[in-house]
């Protein structure tokens, strides 16, 4: 499984951007899928995550109302659509699939099994 994340780049606060995530190889039905970031100095944090079947949907409190996770499941790929982006929201961004795990903690970077490479949002103020 090989993630390939892409539309991260330089905006002006209160801009948008659209992240995509294409996922080559399996996908797991049950599973899910996330976005993380991590700012320099940082640790990295959850964004959003989506599942793949149920399309259920969930958010950072930093992000929620702001930011849209999204995906087409025919393409195996995860969208995050960011609105009214700060300063703050620069880092690097990272999509994740998890595996299907019984109670599995979407919000957790330890719930994910695979990877992509990260793609740069720049917020300049």
């Known amino acids: 499984v090989q993630l390939q994340a892409s539309g991260g780049g330089l905006v002006q606060a209160g801009g948008s951007l659209r992240l995509s995530c294409a996922v080559s190889?399996?996908?797991?039905?049950?599973?899910?899928m996330g976005w993380f970031r991590q700012a320099p100095g940082k640790e990295r944090e959850f964004v959003a995550a989506r599942t793949w079947s149920s399309d259920i949907t969930s958010y950072s409190d930093s992000v929620k109302g702001r930011f849209t996770v999204s995906g087409d499941n025919a393409k195996k790929s995860v969208y995050l659509q960011m609105n009214s982006l700060k300063s703050e929201d620069t880092a690097v961004y990272y999509c994740?699939?998890?595996?299907?795990?019984?109670?599995?903690?979407?919000?957790?970077?330890?719930?994910?099994?695979?990877w992509g490479q990260g793609t740069l949002v720049t917020v300049s103020s």
């Open positions: 994740a699939v998890s595996k299907p795990r019984l109670r599995a903690d979407l919000k957790s970077a330890s719930a994910y099994d695979y």
């Open positions: 190889g399996r996908v797991f039905p049950s599973g899910g």
